[in-house]
RNA sequence: GGAGAGGUGGCCGAGUUUGGCUUAAGGCGUACGCCUGCUAAGCGUAUGAGAUUCACGUCUCCGAGGGUUCGAAUCCCUCCCUCUCCGCCA
């Protein structure tokens, strides 16, 4: 959500940013009925005011033991008017926050302006590309039976997987990897609730955009949580942190639930595309001013996670029409695959500014005093773990169609070599 | 799922029986000042949030939403959450 400040003071930014990020932009509207609203609103308040005056006198002349009928019915007729007026005042409210939900957020002035991915910048590219001396395969060539879609077909629908043997245990020790890693930088670990309500998602910005591509459970008005994200943010809604807890710098496993409605077709073979998958996601909280940098000390720390595992990777700083609606800014991480020879998509960090804080009334207050501000929230997957899956088992790949572990993961694992 | 008890400012907590000098007491915490060899204590002052306004101010907010009333923290209805006990269950 933005400020209603610069809704009126400067709609055409917000204008722009809509543009630019391709999204539809009723500002006019809402100006219209933000003029009207203020209107309704101060002749509430001076009927109000009448009203308590009276209440006041009502309340003396009986204790004196005195008559107070002319009172009354002057209250009461205020009161008739006030009621109609504050139905008006109230529907005018209620439209101004349905169309508020829907303005994006504003890009940082450093972000590309493009309406799609091609316009991204790449900013970095790490990493050597392996080279075969046989034709590398796709992983989901490589895992053969172990990615066993006839079970998870029937099990639940196309485009759910179900890993068998060392490719299901690969991703339990990806998984324990990531946790530890960020455990060991000094972040507090999290479990949560992977179902999240209506307030939860309206806050972080999945609806009222993208309530379609979320599983919901009716009969509970829940929804599978789309990204772990929600749930980590979600802990401080509504509430006013003292300026040491900051930053706040938390990360936690969970499944994202994505329908992905229309997304079939190309791409979505293997592991590249699918329902249910597996992330470890990172939270912060930070003052305003410090939002640039925590941006920037997340994308290092996802970068040496990925040198860790020896993943040739880039980076690159989203163009307005490829930034998700709530983001400020937002680097994506790609990891080269040597069997698709593409670049996969692992890891998205970004900076929402005061635009999640403020739909879910996240506060900070300073210590020197003053009043209460929005915290600067972050988020950054840390890591995916399909893509990187598939990036891991097409990189290590031999010819006999074994998979070679990085380091890291052979420690873990026990063994070098996988098949 | 059943029964009971609760939800009041950053925190604790009075007020709900009997609607109206509550403009939410009091305390803790915090900030500033006084005092002090230093610290603590003590004393004094200040201290919730939101809307609107150039400003003074005004209005709203006692879990949420409705209702009754001239007037609701207080009475009525619905819902949510927390705690205790019971039931069911991995």
Request: charged share 30%; net charge negative.
């Amino acid at each position: 959500m933005l400020d209603r400040a610069i809704l009126r003071k400067e709609p055409d930014r917000v204008r722009a940013a809509a543009k630019n990020k391709g999204e539809p932009c009723l500002i006019d509207e809402w100006l219209e009925l933000d003029e009207i609203r203020r209107e309704l609103l101060g002749e509430t308040e001076t009927l109000r005011r009448r009203r308590n005056e009276l209440s006041k006198e009502v309340s003396f002349l009986k204790k004196e033991g005195k008559e107070a009928d002319t009172q009354i019915l002057e209250s009461k007729e205020t009161g008739r008017r006030i009621g109609a007026i504050e139905t008006e005042l109230n529907t005018v409210d209620t439209d101004m926050s349905q169309l508020e939900l829907r303005f994006p957020n504003i890009p940082d002035t450093d972000v590309p302006i493009g309406s799609d991915e091609t316009f991204n910048r790449i900013i970095e590219s790490t990493g050597e590309i392996p080279s075969f001396s046989f034709v590398p395969r796709y992983h989901w060539d490589i895992l053969g039976e172990l990615l066993d879609r006839e079970a998870s077909g029937s099990i639940a629908g196309s485009n759910f997987i179900l890993l068998r043997g060392w490719a299901a245990r690969l991703q339990r020790v990806l998984i324990n990897w990531m946790m530890d890693f960020h455990s060991s930088c000094g972040m507090e670990e999290v479990w949560m609730p992977f179902v999240a309500n209506r307030e939860s998602m309206t806050a972080t910005g999945q609806i009222p955009k993208l309530e379609d591509d979320m599983y919901h459970i009716e009969k509970d008005d829940l929804f599978l949580v789309p990204t772990g994200e929600v749930p980590l943010t979600n802990i401080y809604r509504n509430s006013k942190l003292p300026e040491e807890d900051l930053p706040v710098k938390i990360f936690g496993y969970s499944p994202c639930f994505r329908r992905e409605a229309g997304s079939y077709g190309k791409d979505t073979r293997g592991l590249n595309r699918v329902h249910q998958f597996e992330k470890v996601e990172m939270v912060r909280m930070v003052k305003p001013e410090n939002s640039q940098a925590a941006l920037k000390e997340m994308t290092g720390h996802v970068g040496r996670m990925l040198e860790e595992l020896n993943l040739p990777y880039r980076i690159s700083l989203l163009a307005t029409g490829d930034l998700s609606f709530a983001a400020a800014k937002c680097y994506d991480f790609e990891v080269w695959s040597a069997g698709q020879e593409k670049w996969l998509e692992v890891s998205s960090i970004s900076n929402f500014g005061e635009f999640q804080a403020r739909r879910g009334n996240i506060k900070f207050k300073r210590s020197g005093g003053g009043k209460p501000e929005f915290v600067h929230t972050l988020n950054g997957s840390g890591l995916a773990l399909p893509r990187i899956m598939a990036a891991l088992i097409e990189n290590g790949q031999t010819e006999s169609g074994k998979v070679v572990l990085p380091e890291v993961l052979a420690t873990r694992t026990g063994t070098e070599i996988l098949g």
